[in-house]
């Protein structure tokens, strides 16, 4: 039996304690929220699958999904999605050509790129064998999720909020009214670039030249996004610290001792 990835990086301080039993005590739930997957995630890190999945009856695949986009997309990939994406036709035969290119599985493939699950490509690989592949056309609710003209300070500004929203490129095209190919391009130039800031500058040929970049500009953005990633791992802190804190009380509540005035 294939084993479910479980990224390394889940919070050691919460417990499987009471608190994960209570808030499940009414039975299994349709949906769980982001903050129950993480949940139970830790849980299975404290008792293995075999025992979470037969407790939740939640299947060993949903279990793998939920830690891929965890690991991948963070707290966000584990958010429910309520509208469909757009993507281009570009987009979708990149990713599949990209896709033939390499030994991952297809669902950790789909979920690195950014995908929510590997159902969307396992569709596109099909298209694109039958030379059928089309662009998904946005419903009129959705069409400010088109592409547009963007400078080099929007683009930093962009990646840096994106940056501190654990790369959450729904949340970017909902913020900024950007189609969501721009900013997972920009993304990756920029991973791609070993996180060179100069890599969000517009180098097409046509393009009307952007100003002069100087030694201290580049500092300056550098600084911007790094400021950025601290002010990430900042908030996962605070994130486990109060999940922490909620166990602890419930914890308290259980055993009947009162919490210390220290």
Do not use: C
Request: charged share 35%.
């Amino acid at each position: 039996m294939k084993r479910a990835i479980m990224p390394s990086e889940y919070t050691d301080e919460i417990e499987n304690s009471s608190y994960t039993r209570r808030a499940f005590s009414m039975g299994r739930k349709s949906k769980y929220s982001a903050e129950e997957k993480l949940l139970i995630l830790n849980e299975v890190l404290r008792n293995g699958i075999h025992k979470v999945i037969t407790k939740y009856k939640i299947s060993q695949k949903t279990i793998r999904r939920w830690s891929l986009l965890y690991k991948y997309q963070g707290m966000p990939g584990l958010q429910t999605s309520h509208h469909n994406q757009s993507y281009s036709k570009e987009f979708k035969n990149s990713l599949v050509e990209q896709y033939q290119q390499t030994d991952e599985a297809l669902d950790l493939f789909a979920i690195k790129h950014g995908l929510r699950s590997q159902r969307q490509l396992e569709q596109w690989i099909i298209r694109y064998n039958e030379s059928n592949l089309k662009a998904y056309t946005p419903r009129k609710r959705d069409s400010k999720m088109s592409g547009r003209k963007t400078d080099f300070e929007e683009r930093l500004t962009i990646i840096e909020e994106l940056i501190k929203h654990d790369v959450n490129y729904n949340w970017a095209v909902e913020k900024y009214h950007i189609s969501y190919q721009q900013v997972y391009g920009w993304y990756q130039k920029y991973r791609k670039s070993g996180n060179d800031p100069e890599s969000l500058r517009d180098r097409r040929g046509k393009a009307k030249p952007e100003e002069k970049w100087t030694e201290v500009d580049r500092l300056k953005a550098e600084n911007r996004l790094l400021r950025a990633q601290l002010e990430k791992q900042e908030m996962e802190i605070a994130f486990a610290k109060k999940l922490t804190e909620i166990r602890n009380r419930e914890v308290e509540k259980d055993s009947g001792t009162k919490p210390s005035k220290n």
